[in-house]
């Protein structure tokens, strides 16, 4: 069965500190995605990455980073010098490829809540 | 408007009433979701629709009924609600195709409180 495990309910860090969020995933598939996504306080789900099973390769995009290792089933995030603004509930999901043009659907974390101190 | 939009952003009812959630992508996309998140508990998706048509219903009782005119178009009609429907309720879309899942893009949800 296909789940999502976000260990870290609360992390708190002061501004310009690193910080990880974990994230470790269970599937059976060969092929599949795992997504990350930010809640702010406002309630929508800002879109971060989308990476395929096939896709070991890190990626960078500005202060973002992710660790994608299959050996681990871990695609954790990190973000360098942690800025207020990135105080949020941060999700990490999983779908499984669709079949046939099957629509995908997402499995979701319980995700982390990240507070940010001036 | 851009992206996903959802109305009302919030909703208070009772649980006699009978109230509609509406969720407009302005996306080109062709799929639409609904997804509920209580506190405390992993998102769950509730139905999904592709190209108009239901192609998934994740055992959600009766009294919530989805509707999609078009493939801009989500409805979510809620009658004889419990107070345990008290929630986030969010809109996505994406673009499917064969081949994999899409991101899906999600709205800015609608926070409903059952008295």
């Known amino acids: 069965a296909q789940k999502v495990t976000q260990a870290q309910t609360e992390i708190s860090v002061v501004e310009k500190e690193d910080v990880t969020l974990d994230c470790v995933y269970e599937t059976r598939d060969t092929t599949y995605y795992l997504f990350w996504y930010k809640q702010p306080p406002s309630g929508e789900l800002v879109f971060l990455i989308r990476r395929n099973s096939f896709d070991e390769q890190n990626e960078i995009s500005g202060r973002y980073s992710w660790n994608f290792q299959k050996s681990t089933s871990s695609f954790n995030f990190t973000i360098t010098a942690s800025q207020v603004v990135d105080s949020a509930v941060y999700f990490c999901?999983?779908?499984?490829?669709?079949?046939?043009?099957?629509?995908?659907?997402?499995?979701f974390g319980t995700g982390t809540l990240l507070a940010v101190q001036p | 408007e851009t992206g996903v939009t959802q109305t009302p952003r919030h909703l208070v009812m009772g649980m006699t009433n009978k109230k509609s959630l509406k969720c407009e992508q302005h996306l080109g996309h062709n799929a639409m979701y609904w997804y509920k998140q209580s506190a405390k508990k992993p998102l769950e998706l509730m139905f999904v629709y592709n190209f108009k048509e239901q192609t998934e219903n994740n055992s959600v009782p009766s009294r919530f009924s989805p509707e999609c005119p078009n493939s801009s178009h989500l409805f979510l009609h809620l009658h004889t609600l419990q107070p345990e429907d008290s929630a986030l309720y969010l809109c996505?879309?994406?673009?499917?195709?064969?081949?994999?899942?899409?991101?899906?893009?999600f709205g800015p949800g609608t926070r409903l409180t059952v008295l």
């Open positions: 996505a879309s994406s673009q499917e195709r064969a081949g994999g899942p899409n991101t899906q893009y």
């Open positions: 999901a999983l779908s499984e490829a669709g079949y046939g043009g099957a629509t995908n659907k997402l499995i």
